[in-house]
C-alpha cells in the first residue's frame, strides 16, 4: 500500500503567491510586477528596468535611461519627465523640449533685466535669440536679428522700449558670432 502526501504550498511572504511561482518569495508582492523581465520581482529588485543604475541612484527607476538625462535638473530623468526643459508646457505641446529657461535673458554674459519669457508653445526669448546665434554669418547680423526679435516684442507689448533697448545692447556688445 503507497500512501500519498499532499502538496504543501508554501508562502514565506504572504502575498498569496506560492513561493515555487513567486518571484520575489520572501518580500510580499501580490502584483508580481518585474518591470524589466528580469524574473525577480520589484519589490527585491534593486535595479527594476535593469539599465544598470541601481534604484536608489535612478532618477527614473522605471524605465530604462542607463545615460541618466536630465536637462533641466529636476532630478526626474527626461525619459519619465514630461516636460524636460520645465517651462510649464508639457514636452508633447512644447515646440522646444529643451528651452533655455534662465529666467533673465543673458547674451554672452550681459544680464538685459529682461524676463525670459516663455510663449505659448514652449519657446523662449532666449530660443529665438540662439537662433539668431545660429543663423547669423557674422557679429552684424547677429545683432540686426536680436534687435528685430526686440522690436518684435516690444510690438506684441512683452517688453518696454527701455527692455528692449538693453537687449539690443547686449546683442551689440557681444563677441558674437
Known amino acids: 500500500m503507497s500512501v500519498e502526501f499532499p502538496t504543501v504550498n508554501t508562502d514565506a511572504d504572504g ?3 506560492d513561493d515555487g511561482d513567486d518571484n520575489c518569495p520572501n518580500v510580499a508582492n501580490a502584483t508580481q510586477t518585474d518591470t524589466d523581465n528580469d ?3 520589484d519589490a ?3 535595479d527594476d528596468d535593469g539599465d544598470g543604475v541601481a534604484d536608489a541612484s535612478d532618477n527614473c527607476p522605471l524605465v530604462s535611461n542607463s545615460g541618466q538625462a536630465d536637462f533641466d535638473g529636476d532630478g526626474l530623468g527626461d525619459v519619465c519627465d514630461s516636460d524636460d526643459d520645465n517651462d510649464g508646457i508639457s514636452d508633447e505641446n512644447d515646440n522646444n523640449d529643451n528651452s533655455v529657461t534662465d529666467p533673465i535673458v543673458n547674451i554672452d554674459g550681459c544680464s538685459s533685466g529682461v524676463d525670459n519669457e516663455v510663449f505659448s508653445n514652449g519657446t523662449t526669448m ?3 535669440i540662439n537662433g539668431c ?3 547669423a554669418n557674422n557679429h552684424g547680423q547677429f545683432v540686426s536679428c536680436v534687435n528685430q526679435l526686440a522690436n518684435q516684442w516690444k510690438a506684441a507689448g512683452l517688453i518696454t522700449n527701455q527692455q528692449k533697448n538693453a537687449i539690443g545692447n547686449c546683442a551689440s556688445s557681444s563677441n558674437l558670432p
Open 15 to 17: 502575498d498569496g503567491i
Open 126 to 128: 532666449m530660443d529665438l
Open 44 to 46: 527585491c529588485d534593486t
Open 39 to 41: 524574473g525577480e520581482g
Open 133 to 135: 546665434l545660429a543663423s
